[in-house]
């Protein structure tokens, strides 16, 4: 019989389109070991995606799904992992991290994804001896650093950078300066550069590093890290910008490390991360750290601390800018601990111990929205209990913290925002392990922790010194904020009236 022939320019990418087809059904189907657990439908993946629906927004819509099921499978990166909400699983899985139970490296399978080339072999994506090493060279870097100076200063860059635009009349939208502050804060206090994005928004490294990091973070290719790998939908010129930007942190740590062979460091306390780590390597006691490992590192300081930290001042500014009688209290707070002098003041550390309110409200608000929506999941090393079932070596399970914060079982009245909840709020009790969990839990809780919360203390209250704002609405009526669907959580459009204080 005759056969039916078709030309290649019409087999090549059909056969290709029915490949993708077979993937996606072959990626898509919930593993076995996993389908007693109930399953966030993977439609509302798409929807989210569609809608461009963030984390706060895609609990909403299933917010009976989640209250009712606290432990459940969900499709994200590209598998299928197992999420818990349940305290006794969450100590189980996260106090167990390093044994039986290791972090979960993002795509380890895709190569090819520059997300991974780009974070490298570092504190936050290591495992076992690799970690452990790493976090002994890195460990005296966050015990040292007190730069509230550093922050101070920079905070007060962004009021000048605030007032130049005012008069410009071309006021950008909050989330953008409080972007460039936490990277200019990052810049000087992780490797003592200065990214200076404030003062000059064009400045190269500046642009170079928001373009790289916000193409790496491209929902398509975090959804599915193989894109990296298709011909014709990989990045070349994203591949060049981290090569560049790679040679800059190179040419840092040289430098770095010929100024602490000429001298010793003499001012701890204004000095930056990446000497005090070369300084911790100069023990003879001490693990060696590559030049390459060192670079790796103070990238995932700045990935790791930079959006987290400029999301977490954003959420607070927005949840403040709707709870006006809350901001009013902090503020007042503030006022007496500082004084209401009409110039801009760097909080004392004294002082900044003293702020109970204000702390509170930072806490509601990382409560309420979570920078990390769902902790970087864990990963079986072997086949092992999880949730009350078998489950093989090389799954991913984890926790989702918007999930965790909203659920009443938790949180009394979980969707109002409510900074006295702070105040009276006990640490568990009998090893119990608490829900909040805005910086994990475990022995691989968040490092920059305090550096962070130091962060937010010094630009919040100076803000509240500085300014009264309120939201500023849209034409149609609606809130001017958007979230990214399926990446760190934060406020874009953070359009605010600001009115001066002096
Ligand atoms: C509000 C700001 C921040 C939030 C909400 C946050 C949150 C987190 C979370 C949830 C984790 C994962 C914990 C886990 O897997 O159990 C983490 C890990 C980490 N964070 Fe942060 N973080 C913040 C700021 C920072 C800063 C400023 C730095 C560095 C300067 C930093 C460096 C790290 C590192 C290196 C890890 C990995 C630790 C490890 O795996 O051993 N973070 N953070």
Redesign the pocket.
């Known amino acids: 019989m005759q056969g039916l022939y078709f030309p290649l320019w019409f087999e090549i990418p059909v056969a290709s389109f029915v490949a993708l087809i077979a993937y996606f059904c072959y990626a898509l189907r919930i593993p076995a070991h996993f389908r007693v657990f109930p399953a966030v439908p993977i439609s509302k993946i798409f929807k989210w995606a569609y809608y461009d629906m963030g984390p706060y927004e895609q609990f909403k819509d299933m917010r009976e799904f989640f209250i009712e099921h606290p432990t459940f499978v969900m499709w994200n990166g590209g598998r299928w992992k197992l999420m818990t909400t349940d305290l006794d699983y969450c100590k189980d899985i996260?106090m167990r991290t390093n044994q039986t139970i290791e972090?979960a490296m993002p795509n380890p399978e895709y190569p090819e994804s520059l997300f991974r080339k780009f974070i490298g072999t570092?504190?936050?994506f290591s495992n076992s001896e690799v970690?452990r090493r790493i976090?002994r060279i890195v460990g005296p870097a966050f015990n040292y650093i007190w730069p509230t100076r550093v922050i101070g200063d920079t905070a007060i860059r962004m009021f000048r950078a605030i007032e130049r635009d005012q008069a410009a009349n071309k006021m950008l939208t909050m989330d953008i300066y409080l972007g460039r502050l936490t990277m200019d804060v990052?810049g000087r206090t992780?490797y003592g550069f200065d990214f200076n994005s404030l003062t000059n928004p064009e400045s190269k490294y500046a642009v170079l590093l928001s373009t790289v990091v916000k193409k790496l973070t491209n929902p398509f290719y975090i959804l599915f890290p193989f894109l990296d790998g298709i011909p014709g939908l990989r990045r070349p010129k994203l591949n060049e910008q981290i090569d560049e930007l790679d040679r800059m942190l190179f040419g840092v740590i040289d430098m770095k490390r010929k100024e602490l062979a000429e001298k010793p460091i003499e001012d701890r306390a204004n000095t930056d991360?990446l000497s005090l780590m070369l300084e911790a390597c100069q023990d003879p006691s001490a693990p060696r750290i590559t030049n390459k490992e060192l670079r790796d590192n103070v990238v995932?300081?700045y990935l790791?601390?930079q959006e987290?930290?400029a999301?977490?001042l954003g959420f607070w500014m927005y949840e403040m800018s709707k709870n006006t009688d809350c901001q009013e209290q902090a503020r007042q707070e503030v006022l007496r601990i500082m004084g209401d002098a009409p110039e801009d003041i760097i909080p004392t550390d004294e002082q900044l111990k003293e702020f109970k309110y204000l702390v509170a409200s930072i806490d509601e608000a990382?409560r309420f929205h979570?920078?990390?929506p769902a902790?970087?999941a864990r990963e079986t090393t072997v086949e092992q209990k999880i949730c009350g079932v078998s489950i093989p070596a090389g799954e991913r399970v984890g926790t989702n913290v918007v999930a965790m914060h909203h659920h009443p079982k938790h949180f009394k009245d979980p969707d109002t925002f409510r900074p006295e909840r702070f105040l009276d709020m006990q640490e568990p009790k009998d090893g119990r392990m608490s829900p909040y969990?805005?910086?994990?839990?475990?022995p691989?809780?968040?490092?920059?922790?305090n550096?962070?919360m130091l962060?937010?203390r010094v630009v919040t209250s100076m803000m509240l010194r500085k300014y009264k704002w309120s939201l500023k609405m849209r034409p149609d009526g609606k809130e001017p904020v958007r979230s990214p669907p399926f990446d760190l959580y934060r406020f874009e459009n953070l359009d605010l009236n600001l009115e001066t204080r002096y």
């Open positions: 996260f972090k570092s504190l936050a970690w976090r990052l992780a991360m995932v300081f790791a601390g987290t930290t999301g977490a990382m979570p920078p990390l902790i970087v969990l805005p910086f994990g839990s475990g691989r809780q968040c490092i920059g922790k550096f962070a962060e937010a």
